[in-house]
């Protein structure tokens, strides 16, 4: 393996182990990831803690926060998980729930990363619509998803799902802002006794964060769901099966 890891690398691989193997004693130094795995057991931490911890290092940094996080939720929405498939299966488990379930275009994959995009064509709609009726296609309307997968050993790999809310947070925030600066406007103009009225317009712009801050708890939530399905072993049902579930077996009978 030529994979070198600098002193930083190092403190937080070896730091978020003994996180994840609370058991273990604080260690630092500067080692290859290999030797890092094979002294495992001499610095007191799980091995099976070190792949863990060296796999998500290897998925890079987390989007850094922004100042409208607060505002109107974050522009990155991130879920990670190990999950029980190699890298690769677990890949192309991604790709299926994405491009089947979701009705979402696949840009690009290679294995261990991938793009997946908002359809804008009439099918694409059609599908989002229907499959809307039968409770799934959750993350059809998200504009850009991206996934990660890090091997752990044979049988496990790291996965981070990225879900990109700039357009829809960026809406959000332009409508939020135009309320509230209309709402003090018209204070600032009328007399004091109906300044009152910019209380409406302040209350809309806050309606609108809110309603923006939901819609990333909302995605992160899908996310995990999707994850969710992943490890149980399940597979995206076709349409027509989602839609006789949710209309109550009707069109099963006919």
């Known amino acids: 393996m030529s994979e070198r890891l600098d002193e930083e690398a190092v403190q937080r691989v070896v730091r978020r182990a003994v996180e994840l193997d609370d058991t273990s004693d604080p260690v630092t130094g500067g080692v290859a990831p290999e030797a890092l795995v094979e002294a495992a057991a001499e610095l007191g931490i799980a091995p099976e803690a070190i792949n863990e911890s060296l796999a ?67 099918v694409g709609g059609v599908q989002r619509r229907a499959r809307s009726i039968g409770g799934g296609a959750a993350l059809g309307s998200v504009r850009l998803i991206v996934a990660r997968v890090s091997q752990v050993d044979e049988e496990h790999a790291v996965v981070r799902l990225t879900a990109d809310r700039t357009v ?47 819609g990333s708890i909302k995605v992160q939530r899908e996310l995990v769901r999707l994850l969710d399905q992943i490890e149980s072993g399940r597979r995206p049902g076709t349409l027509g099966r989602g839609l006789r579930r949710r209309l109550g077996g009707s069109a099963d009978r006919s």
């Open 168 to 214: 829809a947070r960026r809406a959000t925030a332009g409508t939020a802002g135009l309320t509230s600066a209309g709402a003090l406007t018209t204070a600032v103009i009328v007399a004091a006794p109906a300044a009152a009225v910019a209380i409406p317009g302040l209350a809309v712009a806050g309606a609108i964060s809110v309603a923006s801050k939901h």
């Open 56 to 122: 998500i290092e290897r998925l890079g940094p987390e989007p850094d926060p922004a100042r409208l996080d607060r505002l109107v939720g974050p522009r990155s929405v991130v879920v990670e998980r190990t999950v029980s498939y190699p890298g690769v299966e677990a890949f192309e488990r991604l790709d299926e729930w994405f491009t089947t379930g979701h009705h979402l275009r696949r840009e690009y994959g290679d294995g261990s990363s991938g793009e997946w995009r908002k359809r804008g064509d009439l």
